[in-house]
């Protein structure tokens, strides 16, 4: 499956963005998505996942309550509603997709996503 995220941006801190990642080849129904993100200098870290069936969700504590995960798989596209955006939420943001996770801690590894978009960058200014 293809990737392609879109929707980053620059924002004041206190704003809103969305995030979208369309997905092209396979039937993205089947995948499980997730969003991560890496500012400059840092590691890569997990944001937010939705199953591919029972779309349960997972949040890094920093995301709780700010940021919403949701797909629909019927346009193909996963999205990552952002707001009350910080300046420390300044990062490349990328979604990523699994056709199976192993084990509950997976969710939240960059290793375990087979596929790959190319990233958006958000900026946010305080």
């Known amino acids: 499956v293809q990737l392609q995220a879109s929707g980053g941006g620059l924002v004041q801190a206190g704003g809103s963005l969305r995030l979208s990642c369309a997905a092209s080849?396979?039937?993205?129904?089947?995948?499980?998505m997730a969003w991560f993100r890496q500012a400059p200098g840092k590691e890569r870290e997990f944001v937010a996942a939705?199953?591919?069936?029972?779309?349960?969700?997972y949040y890094t504590d920093s995301a709780k309550g700010r940021f919403t995960i949701s797909r629909d798989d019927v346009r193909n596209t996963g999205y990552l509603q952002m707001n009350s955006l910080e300046p420390e939420d300044t990062a490349v943001y990328y979604c990523?997709?699994?056709?199976?996770?192993?084990?509950?801690?997976?969710?939240?590894?960059?290793?375990?996503?087979?596929?790959w978009g190319q990233g958006t960058l958000v900026t946010v200014s305080s």
């Open positions: 939705i199953s591919s069936r029972s779309r349960t969700t």
């Open positions: 080849g396979r039937t993205f129904s089947s995948y499980h």
């Open positions: 990523a997709a699994t056709a199976m996770i192993k084990y509950a801690a997976a969710w939240r590894i960059a290793s375990e996503y087979v596929y």
